[in-house]
């Protein structure tokens, strides 16, 4: 049994303990997705074959999870996963819809669906859940979050927000919207009050905005400036901007032509990638270095389409030549590459941790 596998037992042990231990006696999680990583396989625009894998604690691999535990299929493109309380939110771009299912089980408890467009990620606060949607690719001006009530799983409200809103992060009332661009090319961040339900500021950032974490009261987003392909391309960017005023408070400028992806934040250190290398910097102290903390090329990564960083742990996803099988590649902190895990499923995105 490898490392990786070790810590998991490990650490999903102390996960048990903290969760049957209560004053009221014992409460037990149960599921057969309880204790693991989900990895989210997009699938192919048009074909209605993205799909979940499961690894387990133990490192046994459970492909195409949601259609086996609800008997049908997840949808057209599957964009991302969040997690409010004991349920996963599945946004299925193509699809226009947002599946939701208990996390542990992966039974569906619901679908949100009607009046999404092009729908990317969702936030949640209060009782309610924010999702951004890209809306029509022939318009630059119908863009806008929805606005669900949790309870029954009905949009009641949409706002409209500038084109191309992507990740989501609420802090203290606030949901910052970061504007990748959609359809086109955005540079800036919009905040929305959730009491008024109105945008009140934005800030003004380099081109493509396509990472955004807060972290102990700092907000740090990655610009990744748009491709020499574009025939007008820009420098890439990193900010750490101050939650309190939403002042930028510290940034760095990347060398012409590189274009990195993927920002994440782990104990204090801020991951991202270029390419197939995978670099991280501190959080006190955003300038990037200058070589290359894992390269990814060596270990037969082909293209590194989704990445995550958790617990020691550095998750990287192999999708191939976007028609084949992918697979999970699992770094420790020190860069050894600790395990392999092929995934049938078709382009994997995004690797998400059940705790």
Known sequence: MNKFNLYLIFAISIFIFSCNSDDNGTQTIEGDFANGVFVLNEGGFTYANASITFISSTGQIQNNIFEAVNSRKLGDVAQSISFHEDLAYIVVNNSNTVEVVNRYTFKSVGTIAGELQNPRYIEFHNGKGYISNWGNGSSTTDDFISVVDLNSNSITAKIPVIEGPERLVEENGKLFIEHKGGHGYGNSISILDLNSGSITGSITLSDVPNGMVADNGFLFVLCSGKAAWTGS???????????????????????????????????????????????????????????????????????????????????????????????????????????????????????????
């Open 233 to 355: 391309e820009t420098t890439a960017a990193m900010y750490k901007i101050n939650l309190q005023n939403n002042e930028i408070v510290d940034q760095f400028t990347f060398e012409n032509g590189i274009h990195p992806n993927f920002l994440q934040i782990e104990a204090g250190k801020v991951y991202y990638t270029i390419g197939k290398d995978i670099f991280r910097t501190e959080t006190s102290n955003i300038e990037p270095s200058a070589s290359p903390f894992i390269s990814t090329s060596g270990n037969g990564m082909e293209i590194l389409y989704g990445f995550n960083v958790d617990n020691g742990w550095i998750y990287a996803c192999d999708a191939k030549d976007y028609q084949s099988n992918g697979e999970l590649f699992v770094y420790a902190l020190n860069g050894n590459l600790e395990s392999k895990y092929p995934i049938s499923g078709i382009i994997p995105n995004g690797v998400y941790f059940n705790d």
